[in-house]
């Protein structure tokens, strides 16, 4: 069942814990203490960007009809199967920088340094082996969660029937 | 992270406790630990400033962000920053406890506090010489007036340097001068230093990293030092005596009154009321056998040392011991008390009481000590916990039998008489044994517990696989009482741990292999040690000439902030389990571990391996001999496979040659 991440707004803090946990993710070591000596050094694949009064961490949507494996002219750019997320074979990739281009969301970036591109593969390893992507897991507020589409519609279902509950006694329903 | 008990806790007092609490459904701070993760990154780098409200700041690690807060500030500043703030915190602690036994040794020789007299003569007329204060025919109370009165002056000072300052050997005193770093006035350096780190101060990582030392030696030759020194005086200087170690110490049909914190004013006071009649009729009326005085972390070393008052636990044994549903009271004055207290309080019987006017706690009850009369407030504080022996529900009572014995109380003064005998006190044999090669050196292992490691294994550890190189142990706090729980503070722990050469030693002169110096202001004691020690010849005229080494494998306070940087400054290399919070800056950690040798003549080491680390002090003991062109080590390290086991030594030999 396809997974996608969950930010909840106000439970944000802007703290970039998020950022951090994702770049150690994505280091050699997987350890911060040792991730911050690597060369290069790990990079992130989620930004914590800021709204009129909310922060908010940004990462890519892995969309269903994902405008960057359209537009990737080698291919670099897939999806496994219809439930996997959007990954990069960095072999493939030629650094033509369509897909920054085309993404609608400003998640896809170029790593100068690294001389390749960044985006979020949802932690897939991890998933695999039964666990959250490191964003969400780094996450101290709980303002991130990984769910299906399914989970995030029944959860509103469930706070509007709260809502309907507290109206009964005469108001439409 | 941390789940299972073994991972939590070597020590299975702590193991069997633990899975009670957990059948009781208590919380202890390994929980609130795994419900803390995920811990800030930023935090744990040292790269968070909030030390402005322009901020808070932090620097992205990885190099995407911001490479520097609002006002300029680059990481290595941040991190250097808030290290020198954590180093006078640390600093100002130990400090603020000196000054207060400065205050009770006044108080006493001007007759005005109760129940204390001035036991430390021999020591006060010392350092009257010392320092150049002669009464002739003086009584004690008088020389202890004045005394004090100049030690209170150390906080104070405006101009010149600390009197302790007098006895660093001149090289380390040079290098202090060189860096700017000479301790001039506890209060004096700790507002200096903080001074530094308030918004648009210093702004030149080295200069902070050097106020990180100045702050720290404050504490060491200055708050820790007066500290020590005048606790002997005044409530005696320890002699090494028998007691016990470990939750097992708590006597089921006794009413258990525990201390907990690190100021020995009141604790002291309390084991004078405990003999008291009125005490003892209390008990006896509550239909209890009697009182059993026990304690925790550095209160309890002080109380050992002096009185062999047993000891219950370490830092972490703090929740420990209210699970195990006997104990009527815990008395806590300052430093190292979880407020999570109360929650186990409130599900046992247990009464916490806060005493000191510098900490107060949410839900404990507080009654304030007031010297001027100690004895009457102490026995009004066990009489309340007496009369909570009622409320004691027995289907809570879970006792765990572990206890060991152990020897404490020695001091750098005691050694003379051990090392040299009673009749010509002296530290040849010690220095003749690390020059013949009997000795490998002498490492100083100290501080706290820390849930972030399982509790014990790092202090144990890292002892065991020393002492197997012949390195004779000196040790202070959490870690001393680790080693306390766990049997090698008696002399029997060298025939199961040390090497050949540290075992001759032991077995000539009666010794454990592993010296317990008191509490963690008695850190002072290895610095006057290791004086001693140059002093005496042959091994170096500066602390960064001798075989000997620092460690604290399970730090977390401040305070070990403040020791470490009074250590490595003083000239002794050290080693922490945990890093210190710097790795967001690798220019200071470089600083840190390598850089500062050339400076102050040690630097620091981060390894969380006990036994990796060990080895790091290993190869520097032996680097230190080689330099001073030491004969070569007598003995091979005892064969791994025989420690742990009460060999002989031929034995031994034997397993050695194969």
Redesign the interface.
Known sequence: MKHMLVVNVRKCLG???C???C??EHSESRD??T???EKP????RVRVGQGEGFAVPLQCRHCEDAPCIKICPTAALYRADADSPVVLNQDQCIGCNWCVLACPFGVISFDA?GRTLLKCDQCFERVERGERPACV????SGALAFKTADEVVAGKQAASLVQIEAGLGGEDA | MVSSKKERSVDPAAQEILGIAAQESQQVAYDRYEAMQ?????G??GICCHNCNMGPC?V??????PQEGICGASADVIVARNLARRSAVGSAAHSDHGRDIVHLLLSTARGESQGYSIKGVVKLRKLAREWGIGIEDATSAQLAEKVAEAALAEFGKQEGELRFVERAPQKVRERWEQMGVTPGGVDRDIVGVLHSTNMGGSNEALHLLRNCVRAGLADGWGGSMIATELSDILLGEPQPLVSEANLGVLKEDHVNILVHGHEPGLSDALVTASQSPKVLAACEKAGAKGLQLAGICCTANEILMRHGVPIAGNFLHQEFALVTGAVEMMVVDIQCIFPALKDLARHYHTKVVSTSPKAHFEGFQHIEFDESRALDSAEEILLAGVENFANRDPEKVHIPSDKSPLVAGFTTESIFDHLGGRYRPSYRPLNNGIMEGRLRGVVGVVGCNTVKQCQDEGHLEMVKELLRHDVLIVQTGCSAIACGKAGLLMPEAADLYAGRGLKEICDAVGLPPCLHLGSCVDNSRILTACIEICREGGLGEDFADLPVAGAAPEWMSDKAIAIGFYVVGSGVFTVTGD?LPV??S?MVKEYLTDGMEKDFGAKFAFESDPVKAAHLIIDHLDSKREALHLDSMMYEPRPVETVGQPLQLEAAEAVAAG
């Open positions: 703290c970039k814990s950022e951090v946990a770049a150690v911060l203490f991730a911050i000596q050094a790990p990079r992130t340094q897991e780094g996450c101290p | 995920p811990q800030c990154g930023y744990q780098l932090r992205d690690p990885f190099g995407d962000g890093p790795l967001g690798p």
